[in-house]
């Protein structure tokens, strides 16, 4: 892992989590953080550490409570369907040319951790790899050029379809709730100024799966997610949106050894960028395969890929912020 650069302590608490090695801006930014999501951070924590009501207590090992609404088949009904009307017509006009046009770039991803050896931790940011990255880069307008369009079309059809059905519904008050939950995580780092990241991300996903697959995968996400991501999971115009806590922690973890073993096997598994051609075997008959690279010397965080899916045509990639 590249080294990150040694800070001094300049306060704080005595728990670890409260210590200060440099000024708020400073730490945001080295963290990718934003002043909205650390203030509801803050929130949260003062309310107990679950939600922002106090009545939620403060076990985080286990799920926050949840409530179904039984009444909402009508409007699922009608996320579905406009879902089929878009997204139909959307994959016959894009899905092909967004398949052929990830060739170049990916070939070149592919090419090049085929250079490093089993168990190379990281890919070196040195000069060599930018120049890479940017015939990798130059490679890839073509693919710009269709994630652009099909991006643009998907917020146009988003807030024809969100718009209209909000309006007939007349429920404005509560999409202007469901917007302030959502309002803390907006605003996050930008992708484009941090494509590195991707390309490193794509080169440690060839390295676990078949270029074939990472090639459709990645081809998906870029055709797919903003839809399912902000038009089905997280509508503030169609749904009444809440926080909620999801520790995603199954057991107890008492098989895994102690805290640093399990931290070097996830590190291993999921931040190394070419792991040993058996390991990367077995990892990929897995349903979810993350990726988080360890970040550039000069931050904490990076942009990293999930792969999820089991067979075709339900597999896919999405960008995260890790």
């Not at 991300?201 to 903003?226: D, F, H, I, N």
């Not at 395969?289 to 597999?315: E, F, I, M, N």
């Amino acid at each position: 892992m590249e080294s990150q650069q040694p800070y001094e302590q300049l306060g704080g608490g005595d728990k670890p989590e409260e210590r200060k090695t440099v000024d708020e801006g400073t730490r945001m930014w080295l963290n990718g953080e934003s002043p909205e999501q650390m203030a509801w951070a803050e929130a949260v924590k003062k309310a107990g550490g679950v939600t922002l009501d106090p009545k939620d207590g403060n076990d985080t090992s286990i799920d926050s409570a949840w409530t179904y609404d039984e009444n909402s088949a009508c409007t699922d009904r009608y996320v579905l369907i406009t879902t089929f009307l878009w997204l139909g017509p959307k994959i016959l006009l894009f899905a092909l040319p967004m398949l052929i046009c990830h060739f170049p770039p990916m070939f070149i991803a592919r090419t090049f951790i085929a250079l490093f050896p089993d168990s190379t931790e990281f890919v070196k940011r040195s000069a060599s790899f930018y120049v890479i990255f940017v015939v990798a880069l130059i490679l890839s307008l073509p693919v710009a050029a269709l994630v652009l369009s099909s991006l643009v079309l998907d917020y146009v059809m988003y807030y024809f379809f969100s718009i209209l059905y909000c309006a007939c519904t007349c429920r404005w008050s509560q999409a202007c709730k469901s917007f302030k939950v959502i309002e803390p995580f907006r605003n996050g780092p930008s992708i484009l100024l941090h494509l590195p990241d991707i390309f490193v991300a794509v080169l440690g996903q060839c390295a676990r799966q078949r270029v074939g697959e990472t090639l459709y995968m990645v081809s998906c996400m870029w055709l797919l997610m903003p839809w399912l991501k902000y038009y089905i999971c997280c509508n503030p115009f169609i749904y009444d949106l809440e926080q909620r806590l999801c520790q995603q922690i199954s057991t107890s973890m008492a098989d895994v050894g102690t805290a640093g073993d399990a931290a070097d096997t996830a590190r291993g598994i999921i931040s190394r960028s070419r792991q040993t051609r058996e390991q990367a075997a077995r990892i990929d008959v897995w349903m979810f395969v993350p990726h988080y690279p360890y970040p550039p010397k000069d931050r904490r965080w990076a942009l990293g890929l999930q792969a999820g899916g089991s067979t075709y045509p339900g597999k896919f990639t999405l960008i995260v912020h890790t």
